[in-house]
Nanobody, 120 residues
């Protein structure tokens, strides 16, 4: 299995923005339907957004993230992005990327994730 590495998280004030990046080694992200996930303290990991390998179909878990967190992929350069806008305390979580679990078993080993903290 390939290995993932997420980056771009940080501490921002409410209303701020961050751009998360996901890079892979061992396998090409461009070959897979991919997704961003998050896990808040004391909660289960949940999917945030998913995008098929061609980029032609995108799904968001909630109406809230649909209009604030566009998921972007650049198959020429391999990475996957999550542009996070209008962040709020409810978005505070550890964010990770992996293949879309709805498509079958995860295709990559989970990376360390990147922490996003939005203060009120």
């Amino acid at each position: 299995q390939g290995q993932l590495d997420e980056s771009g998280g940080g501490l921002v004030q409410a209303g701020g923005s961050l751009r998360l990046s996901c890079a892979a080694s061992g396998r090409n992200i461009s070959d897979y339907n991919m997704a961003w996930y998050r896990q808040a303290p004391g909660k289960y990991r949940e999917i945030v957004a998913s995008i098929i390998w061609s980029g032609a179909n995108i799904n968001y878990a909630t109406y809230s993230v649909q209009h604030r967190f566009p998921i972007i992929r650049d198959n020429d350069k391999n990475p996957l992005y999550l542009q996070m806008n209008s962040l709020g305390p409810q978005d505070t979580a550890m964010y990770s990327c992996n293949s879309d679990g709805h498509s079958g078993p995860y295709s990559f080993n989970w990376g360390p994730g990147t922490q996003v903290t939005a203060s009120s």
